[in-house]
């Protein structure tokens, strides 16, 4: 699937019933893409960039990342990547799915500055993500294959 926003990504949730506790996502960022906003959840998630580069915005502070760069975020780590360099970065995505819907998204000046912050405290009721274009099936723009 793609989104104009946040990338493209292959999500692996129709094997639940195979991985009930974990979800594995491989996403694809062009240079100045992130992924999504930035937020906490209570559940731990592992993050391996396989090609490009990233910054990795955890806990208020900038991170570059590039291939074979790993992540561990234990739950409750504020997070969120934005794709940097001169082509797409691709990370592979592990996280727990005990407390799925558990996300918040905090205000953070570091991660608006990078088009990746909510401009209030939300939670994951407050739909953050409504202003935003939805996701759509298909490969991103420029055909990027997952």
Not at 106 to 119: F, T, V, Y
Request: hydrophobic share 35%.
């Amino acid at each position: 699937m793609h989104n104009e926003r946040f990338g493209a990504a292959c999500i692996f949730e129709d094997a639940a019933a195979m991985f009930a506790q974990v979800g594995y996502t491989i996403a694809v960022l062009e240079p100045g893409q992130p992924n999504g906003l930035y937020h906490h959840e209570g559940d731990q998630e592992d993050f391996l960039i396989l090609s490009g580069e990233c910054l990795a915005l955890v806990e208020g502070e900038e991170r570059p990342m590039r291939a074979w760069d790993f992540l561990h975020c234990p739950d409750g780590t504020d997070h969120i990547f934005v794709g940097t360099g001169k082509g797409p970065c691709v990370i592979f995505m592990a996280g727990g799915r005990a407390h799925r819907g558990s996300a918040e998204y905090p205000r953070s000046q570091l991660a608006l500055r990078h088009g990746a912050g909510s401009e209030s405290d939300m939670g994951s009721s407050d739909d953050p993500y409504a202003p935003f274009p939805k996701w759509r099936p298909g490969p991103g723009p420029g055909g990027v294959p997952l």
